[in-house]
């Protein structure tokens, strides 16, 4: 290491890839919206059309946008509440599992660009009323009906164990909450649009973990 090689740089790793997954993350989700804009007449762009979406992005979109800065701002390491704490940093057990979080962080991306490009001009930012799209049941939506949300929720849980503060571990939760309010959401609009045609798609999956046995059973 040379003399002019910040030591943050070499001693915390895991943050320098958190950091580069979430913005990764993010400009994801731009370019499938764009794609979207682009492909249809009447897409869900920055704001949701449906009235309980719009509300809930209210709240989150402050949520997206602490959580892609919070960890940028550890980096610097000089604030007590935005840090990440000394002994997270130098216990053998704790960077170990910060480490472990950062490569868990790494698949839930590459993970969700497969889900991205699964449902490819079928993906919506929202809830679009009157707008039907194709039903994607294949891949991992086989055996969970929201396994970008799913996965979201496990980067965000990543995201508080590398970054153990208490703004970026409030922003985890409440952006856990939003994926479940949103999840619920998008589940009585597509019932009301496909019928008993989801209903027993529901009946098979889980909704972010895989059903062991279906209700049927």
């Known amino acids: 290491m040379t003399p002019m ?3 943050w740089f070499m001693r915390d790793v895991p943050l ?7 913005w990764a993350f993010g400009i994801g989700v731009g370019v499938m919206a764009a794609r979207v804009r682009r492909r249809n007449v009447n897409p869900a762009w920055l704001v949701p059309k449906e009235r309980f979406e719009r509300f809930l992005w209210l709240i989150w979109v402050p949520v997206i946008i602490a959580q892609n800065v ?11 509440l935005l840090a990440v704490p000394e002994v997270a940093l130098l216990h053998p057990a704790l960077s170990s599992l910060r480490w472990a979080a950062s490569i868990c962080a790494v698949f839930c991306f590459l993970v969700t660009v497969e889900c991205w490009a699964r449902m490819g001009e079928n993906w919506r930012i929202g809830v679009v009323p009157h707008q039907r799209s194709d039903l994607v049941t ?20 990543c995201a508080a164990v590398i970054v153990p503060t208490i703004p970026m571990m409030t922003v985890a939760v409440l952006h856990v909450i939003l994926l479940i309010l949103k999840a619920r959401n998008e589940e009585r609009f597509l019932l009301e649009e496909y019928g008993e045609r989801y209903a027993e798609y529901c009946r098979r999956t889980g909704r972010f973990f895989p059903r062991l046995l279906s209700r049927n059973s």
């Open 138 to 157: 294949g891949g991992l939506y086989a055996r969970i009906r929201h396994p970008i949300y799913a996965f979201n929720a496990l980067l965000m849980l």
């Open 70 to 80: 919070l960890p940028a701002l550890a980096i610097r390491r000089r604030h007590p």
């Open 5 to 7: 090689t910040p030591r």
């Open 16 to 22: 320098l890839i958190l950091v580069a997954t979430i």
